[in-house]
């Protein structure tokens, strides 16, 4: 009971703690990368990774951390607000194998990949497999084609205590927000 | 279930039932969480999303109930400070066992999120780790000695037969893979010693940097397909100067029984420092839960205390509504049932007593529209009546009076009703002889009494007849009097008139005309006989002389009568008296005239609206009048003055005439203005009387007297009106 009342006072402080800064880290996209690729529209982004302190504080304590980017085509028109034609996504998951002190970066069911240090993985993650989103020929109607590409840590895909903190923590808020560019015809 | 049942239901009673539901459905949740944090992670959001859910609703239901509740404080609404006591009793009742049973339910839930952490286990699995990786160390140890004499028999291998030799290292090494590569990354060649694995396994690029960094790079890898593999990089240098280095990578299996249980002893102690790691958030997301769940409990606490109490207190509000409007005098509201509890029998007693009130009051009030029809239905006559009508209590106060009593009195008696009466008199003071009248009564204890009542006013001269009636009743204060009245001015006037006249053409009729035969017979006996008869002695002469001359005297006074009596009608216009009397009095300015006239005449008089020619005949009147009480012996000095009078709101005009004779006869003094009164031997006794007839007709007041100093006066007061007050007399 004595132990509870401090932590009962301290609930307030404890959110306005994780609502801490972000000191510093985030999720960048520098550039699209976008080409056509046996007729198919790729991406090629490049990304710019880095975690703040929480997020790596977790990450070293055995919490997987997921990297979620988020792709999509969209077309402009006149009098409506632009239509989503494609849109998908893809999940890297981060997380550190202790016996082996290796960080692993796992996409859906392939063989995790394995790197001797957290910048290494993400220096693999800022370059990603190429990704192709739609054929050219499904994006040749009227319009403008935009594509556009958002990173971010996937908060959903914590545990459910952190993902409480994380939601009001800005720490954990490390998106690149949408970044988009024309499609040239 | 009816629609209204339904309504109700689902407008009242359905918000709660969801709450509560809600409410036990976190408590649920938050129950099963402690016991599995796999339900918790699953149930985690929903069980937040309610919470939040319920706690806003709640919230907004009870700031709103909160607001009303203050509103009804202010505007000190029955029931509000019984609603206001109530809730915080109840608060006070609830708050501090649930309160409690948080801290002892947060405390329990951390002591059991502590108790999953263990020290020894911590330490256990730590050690377990270390025991683990130091084997895989010493393991990575060997292989990379393995690896190392495998590049040294490699480093200078011909790129052709580079193939052949790699099969050969990797059944000396004992490797799964072995892999020759270009430092840039091209491989040169590889052999495999399970062809499930006969792609090279490529480095990570950065490995592949360590490798030609450090010469060497080795690590633990999660293997394809579950287990642990070894990577192991040799930087071999170049074959030969100018020729690019190789790297030489081995990959070795870990023994499946070592991988599997390093694997797990890895799995569970990266589980538990997850746990460790999230010892705190998880303490705090509990922590806020039940907070929440604590606030959701208070919060519906507080509501059940807004609804019990407005429960409670409605019966009482009702009561205390009704009550105000038993008190402003509306009967007619019941009270909707409240139960069968006290109060219950309280809202009954009270719906039976305001029924009664009420139809009592309904019997009361037919009773007071009948009186009130009685009354409105005499108040109407009386407004009708031409008399006037005025009621006077005990205490010689005005109590009503009716329409037709102001428009003959000329006095807004409203405003007197309920004062004494002498404050009408105060006001106005030409209403003074009435008001003496009704003190005079109002005191006696005579039950009727009549009396003819002469007011002179702004109108002039009025005669009022008053009739009173003392009305009985028990109580002698509350005995009040009804006097009615009517104005017998213009009765009188016309009765004189006629009267006069009549008496006029009885005159003309019965005496006049046979005067003349008369005359004339005794004027032929006279021619005929006076010469003949000589020893008549001159009786003839004599008698016949009488008679004619005393028809002539006849004649004189008929004619005399006949102008008193005589009622021409008035030639009202607006004169100038003082001008008037200037051109009397010049008439009698001559020599052949013993006569002064002295004139003192107020040039403020105003005009007046009267019969020029009468005034005239009024002014010689009064003029031969004096002449003749004078005498022949002495010199008639006559004082003429004009004046303006104010008596109350009126003005007068009076006009006065002194003499220097003897004055009148004291026993005259009451029948003055009656005909025949004259102590002339041959004066007619109409002179005066004529005057007086004048001025009556002009609204006027007249009056006779002595002066100190010997000389009669005749005083004539005429009232001041306007042309237009004059036509509107005669139009009504």
């Known amino acids: 009971m004595r132990k509870s009342i401090p932590m009962l006072l301290a ?96 996409q859906g069911g392939q063989t995790p990949r394995a790197f001797p240090s957290r910048l290494a993985a993400l220096a693999a993650l800022s370059n990603p497999d190429p990704w192709p989103l739609a054929k050219t020929g499904a994006l040749a109607g009227d319009g403008h084609f935009r594509v556009a590409l958002r990173v971010s840590v996937d908060l959903q895909s914590l545990p459910a205590p952190l993902r409480l903190m994380a939601y009001f923590s800005p720490a954990w808020h490390v998106g690149s927000g949408w970044q988009s560019e024309n499609l040239a015809p | 279930m009816t629609a209204s049942a339904f309504r109700r239901f689902v407008g009242r009673t359905l918000p709660w039932v969801a709450l509560a539901v809600l409410l036990l459905t976190s408590l649920y949740l938050m129950s099963a969480a402690t016991h599995d ?33 203050y509103r009804h404080l202010k505007r000190r609404t029955p029931g509000a400070r019984l609603t206001r006591r ?75 037969d580079a193939a052949r030799r790699l099969s050969e290292q990797l059944r000396q090494v004992n490797a799964r893979q072995l892999t020759l590569f270009t430092e840039s990354g091209r491989v040169i060649a590889t052999s495999s010693s399970d062809p499930r694995w006969l792609v090279p396994d490529y480095p990570e690029s950065v490995v592949l940097s360590i490798a030609r960094q450090r010469e060497f790079y080795a690590a633990l890898e999660p293997s394809r397909g579950g287990g642990l593999k070894m990577r192991v990089l040799m930087n071999l240098g170049p074959p030969a100067p100018l020729k690019p280095a190789r790297v030489l990578q081995a990959i070795y299996d870990v023994p499946e029984n070592v991988g599997l249980l390093a694997d797990r002893i890895a799995e569970d102690y990266e589980r538990y420092e997850t746990l460790v790691y999230l010892r705190q958030p998880l303490k705090l997301s509990f922590t806020i839960t039940l907070s929440l769940v604590l606030l959701l409990s208070l919060l519906l606490a507080i509501l059940a205390a807004f609804r019990a109490s407005r429960r409670l207190v409605a019966p009482i509000r009702n009561l205390a509504d009704a009550t105000g409007e038993v008190a402003a005098g509306r009967y007619g509201r019941q009270i909707p049932g409240a139960g069968d509890d006290e109060l219950g029998f309280l809202v009954r007693s009270f719906n039976a007593m305001t029924r009664e009130i009420d139809q009592s009051t309904r019997r009361a009030e037919e009773s007071r529209r009948a009186v009130e029809r009685q009354r409105t239905y005499l108040e109407a006559v009386l407004a009708r009546l031409s008399s006037g009508v005025l009621t006077i209590d005990s205490n010689a106060r005005l109590r009503t009076s009716n329409h037709a009593a102001n428009s003959i009195l000329g006095v807004a008696l409203k405003e007197y009703e309920g004062r004494p009466l002498i404050e009408l008199e105060d006001d106005h003071p030409l209403l003074s002889p009435l008001v003496r009248a009704l003190l005079e009564h109002a005191g006696s204890r005579r039950a009727d009494w009549r009396q003819e009542i002469v007011l002179f006013g702004a109108d002039g001269r009025q005669v009022l007849m008053c009739r009173g009636t003392r009305l009985a009743s028990p109580d002698r204060e509350a005995e009040n009097q009804v006097v009615v009245f009517d104005d017998l001015t213009a009765l009188i006037q016309a009765q004189r008139d006629a009267a006069w006249g009549e008496m006029a053409r009885r005159l003309a009729h019965e005496v006049k005309n046979p005067l003349t035969p008369i005359q004339l017979s005794a004027e032929r006996l006279r021619r005929r006989y006076l010469g003949r008869l000589n020893h008549d002695d001159g009786l003839l002469d004599r008698a016949t002389h009488t008679i004619v001359q005393q028809v002539e005297a006849l004649k004189k006074l008929i004619n005399a009568f006949g102008d008193y009596a005589r ?53 010689h009147n009064l003029i031969k009048n004096a002449q003749e009480a004078v005498g022949a012996d002495a010199r008639c000095r006559l004082a003429v003055r004009t004046s303006l009078r104010r008596r109350g709101d009126a003005e007068h005009l009076e006009l006065s005439v002194a003499d220097n004779g003897p004055g009148f006869p004291r026993e005259l003094m009451e029948r003055l203005f009656e005909p025949y009164t004259t102590t002339k031997v041959r004066g007619t006794g109409l002179g005066l009387a004529i005057v007086k007839k004048i001025v009556e007709e002009h609204g006027g007041m007249i009056r006779a007297e002595n002066g100190p100093d010997g000389g009669a006066r005749v005083i004539v007061l005429l009232p001041v009106r306007q042309r237009a007050e004059v036509a509107r007399d005669r139009g009504a």
């Open chain 1, 11 to 106: 609930l307030p402080l404890l959110l306005a703690g994780c609502a801490g800064g972000r000191d510093g880290g985030g999720l960048r996209v520098r550039d699209l990368g976008l080409s056509e690729i046996d007729g198919r529209v790729v991406l090629r982004p490049g990304l710019a990774l880095s975690l703040t302190k929480p997020i790596e504080q977790a990450l070293d304590n055995g919490v997987a951390v997921t990297i979620l980017m988020e792709a999509r085509v969209t077309r402009g028109r006149d009098w409506f607000w632009p239509a989503t034609e494609v849109e998908k996504e893809r999940r890297y998951t981060l997380l550190y194998h202790s016996l082996s002190e290796q960080y692993l970066v796992r």
């Open chain 2, 37 to 69: 944090a796999a339900r918790f992670d699953r149930y985690y959001a929903w069980l937040l999303g309610l919470n939040a859910l319920a706690l806003v609703v709640l919230l907004g239901v009870i700031v709103q109930q909160a607001i009303r509740l």
């Open chain 2, 86 to 160: 109530f809730v915080l009793v109840f608060l006070a009742l609830v708050a501090p066992p649930v309160i409690v049973v948080y801290l002892f339910s947060v405390e329990l839930l951390h002591r059991g999120i502590d108790s999953w952490f263990d020290v020894r286990v911590e330490q256990s699995l730590n050690d377990a780790l270390k025991l683990g990786q130091i084997y895989l160390d010493d393991s990575k140890r060997n292989l990379l000695t393995s690896t190392r004499r495998a590049g040294a028999v490699l480093r200078d291998v011909d790129t052709k």
């Open chain 2, 567 to 619: 009622t021409p009608r008035l030639q009202l216009e607006s004169l100038s008296l003082n001008r008037l009397v200037r051109d009397v009095a010049e008439l009698y300015r001559n020599e052949d005239q013993p006569l002064d006239i002295e004139l003192a005449l107020d040039e403020s008089v105003p005009e007046v609206v009267a019969d020029a020619d009468r005034l005239r005949q009024l002014l």
